[in-house]
T-cell receptor
Framework: AQSVTQLDSQVPVFEEAPVELRCNYS??????LFWYVQYPNQGLQLLLK??????LVKGINGFEAEFNKSQTSFHLRKPSVHISDTAEYFC????????????FGGGTRVLVKP | GAVVSQHPSRVICKSGTSVKIECRSL??????MFWYRQFPKQSLMLMAT?????????EQGVEKDKFLINHASLTLSTLTVTSAHPEDSSFYIC???????????????FGSGTRLTVV
């Protein structure tokens, strides 16, 4: 079975500063990787996904992530955050097999300070 | 883009009553839908996978008789919390994957969630 670890439960950051959210996964088979954002009392919105190909993935709202197979990581970055980026961020994996269920990490709460 | 509508967004019910939550794919057909539960400040836990026209597949530890799932059409799945108790209070979220998605895009679209409070 696969698992996802988000190393930071909370990340405070000042507006216009860069941010990196760490995600490591464990799986015995190849996986697809995702980052989602959740605003209070809302569902999840897809930021970006890695399926195959280039290991650097660009998503919406200026976010990008890099897949590192040797380190089994998929860290999310943004060079300059806005107040509106305050939210919960979830890393998730799915296995390239029947079912394709998503397994989520514990989430990282980003608090952008003015 | 693909849109999933979840209704209601909030519901308060009395202990012992049942509550139904609907998840609709508005502009696509979804053979498979997923139901998640999220406790405050925690991650999403998959409860069950709902397949159109067949029985849902429940994750280990999820009571089938407690959380009834019906996926009667390609655009609608429902979750019924039966004989609800305060410990069932939580945020429930559904997601759907388009039928035409055969793995190339893995597009999971999420509903906006339902906050259930059992009093």
């Amino acid at each position: 079975a696969q698992s996802v670890t988000q190393l930071d439960s909370q990340v405070p950051v000042f507006e216009e500063a860069p941010v990196e959210l760490r995600c490591n996964y464990s799986s015995s088979v190849s996986v697809y990787l995702f980052w989602y954002v959740q605003y209070p009392n809302q569902g999840l919105q897809l930021l970006l996904k890695y399926l195959s190909g280039s290991t650097l993935v660009k998503g919406i709202n200026g976010f990008e992530a890099e897949f590192n197979k040797s380190q089994t990581s998929f860290h999310l970055r943004k060079p300059s955050v806005h107040i509106s980026d305050t939210a919960e961020y979830f890393c998730a994996v799915s296995v390239k097999a029947a079912g394709n269920k998503l397994t989520f990490g514990g989430g990282t709460r980003v608090l952008v300070k003015p | 883009g693909a849109v999933v509508s979840q209704h209601p967004s909030r519901v308060i019910c009395k202990s012992g009553t049942s509550v139904k939550i609907e998840c609709r794919s508005l502009d696509f057909q979804a053979t498979t839908m997923f139901w998640y539960r999220q406790f405050p400040k925690q991650s999403l836990m998959l409860m069950a996978t709902s397949n159109e026209g067949s029985k849902a597949t429940y994750e280990q530890g999820v009571e089938k008789d407690k959380f009834l799932i019906n996926h009667a059409s390609l655009t609608l799945s429902t979750l019924t919390v039966t004989s609800a108790h305060p410990e069932d209070s939580s945020f429930y979220i559904c997601s759907a994957r388009p039928t035409y998605d055969r793995g190339e895009n893995y597009g999971y679209t999420f509903g906006s969630g339902t906050r259930l409070t059992v009093v």
